[in-house]
């Protein structure tokens, strides 16, 4: 049995108290892997790693030579990238096809971007008068690392997630202690290696394994020598971990939940449309936070698009992560299953009708173990149902028509999240002025999940608090110190 451990201070280590905890494939539900489960100890230790690493070498390591260093990780991630790719699938059950295409290459993408930001970003100066004599008086600003920045990350894009924050986090001069989801801890060690290959040195990435709460992600996030907070998951631990914050008052950046609108007027480009929301609804099975959950389809082409999508739903293929015509893999977990099925069954009581799905598949023996599950499509349903209003994060959509533009943007803007939207048409000026008024931190027009990492990343409302991407992350990841010179 493979063993997953902590990584702190360019180690390996168990825990002391010699805890584990077994990490269940997806596909399969066998073990495959012991995860070593990180006490408070451990946290220590990491923490304290991190801290003498910013203190030390990373500290005071020439920014141009920080930055070729990250570059290596990248072309690390990319030289192993099989390794990583195995790992990945392994610990998701997500299909092949789509963890070398998007989580694998973006790991390693979102070292390169932020090196290359950090060696090219202007300083603020502002020239003024002493009052008192007339003098001049140059003001500048430096960006100085924020210091020991604690990473919680989910499951649904393991490496991407977590890289998309250590990634900005290191190329600004920070130390990081990653709390990987404990359902899929596997390519947060891995990196270790990584960082190990490519001379980074010991205690500026380290990895403590577990839980939230009382176990390792509740000891990071309560750990007074934590100066940020970095958090990718649901908006109910996003509060937990908010109050945890507040002592100390560490800083927090958090991308949290969404229930994602999709609106498509009759105008849109009909097989575009279908073939884009299908996309949003469907791929890693529903467990995206930017995916969409609520579609609002313009009447006149309402019954039409249901149809559509119904039979893109059903042309999936649910199976094997390896075989490349695989479109749909497992959910995460039996427990995450449990969960997504207690909303089939609720949108039934509810009152939809269900055009496709609703519950488990028929799999082949050797699959039978798996948190295998129907795409999903329901219409029928009030504004006020559960299915409309909570995320459920599984394959799976409530379709409803709309009879003007206004009434899409009330019905899009009808709920407490505020991720992403994305809005189908071929009328430019109704593009603009949907996209400008849906409440939300990413409005995509013709097109989802398209993202150019220099541009600002996050939600609004309950779906998190601050930007990251490109120099927004410089916003967490640094602290400006003005600098005030009387010449
Ligand atoms: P989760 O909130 O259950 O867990 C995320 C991480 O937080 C895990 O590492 C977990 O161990 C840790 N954690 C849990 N409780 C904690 C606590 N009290 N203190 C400290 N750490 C704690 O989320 P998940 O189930 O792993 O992921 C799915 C959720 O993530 C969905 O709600 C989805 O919308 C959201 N998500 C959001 C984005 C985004 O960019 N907005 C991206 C991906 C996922
Ligand atoms: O692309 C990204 O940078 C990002 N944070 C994606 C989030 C996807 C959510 O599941």
């Avoid at 695989?326 to 039996?334: A, D, E, K, R, V």
Wanted: charged share 20%.
């Amino acid at each position: 049995m493979k063993d997953v451990l902590n990584f702190i201070d360019g180690r390996y280590v168990s825990g002391t108290s010699g805890k584990t905890f077994a990490n269940r494939s997806p596909v399969t539900g066998d073990v495959i892997s012991l995860v070593h489960e990180a006490g408070k100890a451990e946290v220590d230790a990491a923490v304290r790693a991190a801290r003498a690493a910013l203190d030390g070498p990373w500290g005071s390591m020439p920014l141009p030579e920080r930055a070729a260093l990250l570059h290596r990780v990248a072309d690390e991630i990319n030289r192993r990238f099989d390794d990583f790719l195995d790992a990945e699938v392994a610990d998701t059950g997500k299909p092949v096809s789509l963890a070398s295409h998007i989580d694998i290459p973006r790991g390693a993408a979102n070292f390169k971007i932020f090196a290359d930001m950090i060696k090219n970003v202007p300083t603020e100066a502002f020239e003024m008068t002493d009052p008192s004599d007339g003098g001049r008086v140059l003001n500048y600003g430096v960006r100085v690392p924020k210091g020991v920045i604690a990473v919680v990350s989910p499951w649904n894009l393991p490496l991407l997630l977590m890289t998309w924050k250590v990634g900005p986090a290191l190329a600004c001069g920070n130390t990081v202690v990653v709390k990987p989801s404990e359902e899929t801890p596997t390519t947060a060690a891995l990196l270790g290696e990584v960082m190990n290959a490519c001379g980074v040195p010991p205690g500026v990435y380290n990895v403590v394994h577990g839980f939230g709460p009382d176990s390792a992600g509740e000891f990071l996030t309560r750990h007074p020598g934590v100066d940020g907070i970095t958090f990718t998951g649901e908006t109910s631990t996003g509060t937990a971990i908010m109050k945890a914050a507040a002592d100390g008052v560490r800083a927090v950046s958090f991308e949290m939940g969404g229930k994602n609108a999709g609106i498509v007027f009759a105008d849109a480009d009909f097989d575009k449309a279908v073939a884009g929301i299908a996309r949003a609804a469907f791929v890693n099975c529903g467990q995206v936070c930017l995916g969409t959950e609520r579609v609002y389809v313009e009447r006149p082409i309402f019954d039409k698009f249901v149809a559509a999508l119904k039979a893109k739903a059903e042309a999936l293929k649910i199976g094997a992560p390896s075989d490349p015509d695989t479109g749909l893999g497992p959910l995460i977990s039996h427990t995450h299953r449990d969960k997504v099925l207690s909303y089939y069954r609720k949108a039934v009581e509810e009152g939809a009708t269900v055009v496709t799905g609703g519950g488990v598949p028929d799999m082949p023996e050797a699959l039978a173990g798996g948190a295998w599950i129907q795409p999903t499509i329901w219409t029928g349903l009030s504004d006020d149902a559960a299915v409309v209003r909570e995320e459920i994060f599984g394959p799976c959509c409530h379709i409803r028509p709309f009879d003007t533009e206004e009434e899409a943007i009330r019905l899009a803007n009808d709920t407490d999240y505020g991720l992403a939207t994305t809005v189908w048409t071929q009328n430019l000026s109704r593009a603009h002025r949907v996209a400008g008024k849906i409440d939300v931190g990413i409005a995509w027009v013709n097109s989802w999940f398209l993202r150019d990492l220099r541009t600002a990343f996050g939600g609004a409302k309950q779906s998190g608090i601050g930007r990251e991407g490109g120099v927004h992350s410089l916003e967490f990841y640094t602290e400006l110190r003005n600098v005030c010179v009387k010449l």
